[in-house]
């Protein structure tokens, strides 16, 4: 019996910062990103830096694999402020 134990692949992760200012109707635009990030550590703080300077920001994860369409639910790491609907 071998202990061989074939690792799995990591799962590629999507990390994201979005920045948003209001536009001439109140309404949240994005004014920067969707910004992909190397680790979600950067995003948190790349996203704390932007949110004193527009009207809101959120960094998020998710595990995703564009090629094949899988997409799990998005983790919120960060939100400054409001932050509009997203799907």
Avoid: C
């Amino acid at each position: 019996m071998s202990d061989n134990i074939l690792a799995q692949p990591k799962k590629p992760k999507l990390i994201v910062v979005t920045a948003f200012d209001r536009d001439e109707t109140g309404d949240l635009q994005p004014v920067l990103g969707p910004a992909e990030q190397q680790t979600e550590d950067r995003a948190i703080r790349n996203a704390k830096g932007l949110a004193g300077k527009h009207a809101s920001v959120i960094a998020w994860s998710r595990d995703a694999n564009p090629s094949l369409g899988e997409y799990v639910e998005p983790t919120t790491l960060f939100v400054g402020r409001d932050v509009p609907d997203m799907e």
